[in-house]
């Protein structure tokens, strides 16, 4: 087991969003399932607890808690891109899958999970500085996942 491991609290379906996960990005499994040994306040004896999972690399186990707490933008995943393709595949998977849009390149898993969908291109303008940063910054604004083609016209002023 590692040292540090993102856990993250679902109602009930944490092994369905773990499979879904490895399935939809590279670096991504499905580790160990953990069951109930006896009853407890959101399920009962031998329903799934815990679920050991990696997400594009990030050790996370899936904790099968009950509808006491929901997910926020506080906490998301960052996944980076490489072109307009990658990012319009993540994108798709994510909400076509019963998630939500939002904006700036943040979509939200059918479980309440934010995913940011990051451009490489959008990154480099960020890390760029000055007015090219400002260009790529204000055109991300207005969108609600990332173009590419925009972001690098807006990069080149």
């Not at 939500?100 to 979509?107: A, D, P, Y």
Request: charged share 25%.
């Amino acid at each position: 087991m590692k040292k540090n491991i993102v856990c993250i609290w679902y109602d009930k379906d944490a092994e369905a969003a773990a499979r879904f996960y490895a399935e939809t990005f590279p670096d991504s499994t499905v580790g160990k399932v953990y069951r109930a040994p006896s009853d407890y306040p959101s399920g009962k004896e031998g329903d799934v607890l815990t679920v050991e999972f990696t997400v594009a690399g990030v050790p996370c186990v899936g904790l099968n808690g009950g509808p006491e707490f929901k997910h926020s933008e506080a906490f998301s995943f960052q996944i980076s891109t490489e072109d307009q393709a990658e990012t319009d595949r993540y994108w798709s998977a994510i909400v076509g899958n019963g998630g939500t849009e939002s904006v700036c390149g943040w979509c939200k898993d059918k479980w309440g999970i934010s995913w940011q969908i990051t451009p490489r291109v959008l990154m480099e303008a960020m890390a760029a500085g000055g007015a090219e940063a400002k260009r790529a910054f204000a055109a991300m604004m207005k969108m609600t996942k990332i173009d590419v083609a925009a972001i690098e016209a807006a990069r080149r002023g």
